[in-house]
């Protein structure tokens, strides 16, 4: 019978990442974000069998059907791709992943961050394997894959309402569409961990600087985010000097307005810094806003 690794399901390698990239950007600790960053590129660019078991895992797992019987044709096509892959160079690729995340980021609690639904993560990573090593073909093994395989296909078909119908693109998809994964889940796990400590307009920057380096579209984005930002801080502090209400310092105020003013920060091509200020001239504007 084969054993479920935690450190081997892919599913769980994606909500891991996301979640130590999550805390690392929100904490400002961006050389652990781009270190995690670029592990993740490396390990699931397109072509490894990493990045295509990915896309057979999301392929389950984003499911959101009403019809068994459609739901066990999506689970035949995914099988179909499945047994293409090397399990031999599969396994390669995800030990030295893991050796690699272990020497690189030195985060003792990786593999032990809290997932929402890790059961339902492990069942669909054992039905890969099994498929994957043609377990489901052998006599003694179809009885207890093929329990497996309905119970995945009860939560294929379980109510998901938050979720998008399913995609069968999901199958032939790129390493676009992989990066996005991580994009969704990144920006999931900030919203629910800091939506406390984080201003609506400190996680959208954060969220899309954070990927810039992904997406073109982002990076346009972000800049005109800043822009924004800019402009309106500059307004609310010149109303706050008229006002002269003193309930935020004039010398604090003066110093970020001669800042935005001259531009001391590059908003074309943010680097963390600017990012870090920009921060805190949001916490500034929520400030404005409140009082």
């Not at 998809?173 to 920006?187: C, G, P, W, Y």
């Not at 954060?206 to 997406?215: H, P």
């Not at 002269?244 to 908003?267: D, F, G, R």
């Amino acid at each position: 019978m084969l054993k479920h690794n935690k450190k081997r399901n892919v599913g769980l390698l994606n909500e891991f990442f996301a979640q130590y990239m999550a805390n690392a950007a929100v904490e400002f600790r961006f050389d652990d974000y781009a270190k995690a960053d670029s592990l993740w590129k490396k390990h699931f660019k397109e072509g490894t069998e990493l990045s295509k078991e990915l896309q057979l895992f999301e392929a389950v797992a984003n499911a959101n059907l009403k019809d068994r019987t459609i739901a066990h044709k999506v689970l035949e096509q995914v099988k179909k791709h499945v047994k293409t892959q090397s399990q031999e160079r599969l396994d390669r690729e995800k030990t030295t992943l893991i050796h690699e995340i272990r020497s690189e980021l030195a985060d003792d609690s990786f593999f032990d961050r809290q997932i929402g639904d890790y059961k339902t993560n492990a069942t669909i990573q054992l039905v890969l394997n099994y498929w994957r090593n043609g377990d489901d073909e052998k006599p003694n093994k179809f009885s207890q894959v093929s329990h497996l395989e309905e119970k995945v296909v009860d939560y294929m078909v379980e109510d998901k309402s938050s979720l998008p119908p399913f995609d069968h693109a999901l199958l032939e998809t790129s390493q676009e569409d992989i990066d996005r994964l991580v994009v969704n889940v990144f920006r999931e796990k900030v919203d629910n961990k800091y939506s406390q400590q984080l201003n609506k307009e400190q996680k959208e920057i954060l969220g899309l600087y954070t990927f810039a380096n992904r997406n073109e579209d982002s990076k346009k984005a972000l800049s005109k985010k800043l822009k924004t930002v800019r402009e309106n801080v500059i307004r609310k502090i010149d109303d706050e000097l008229a006002r002269k209400t003193n309930k935020t310092p004039v010398e604090k105020l003066n110093e970020v307005k001669t800042c935005l003013i001259e531009q001391s920060y590059n908003i074309d091509n943010p680097d963390k810094e600017t990012i870090i200020f920009y921060l805190s001239v949001c916490g500034l504007n929520h400030e404005l806003e409140t009082d």
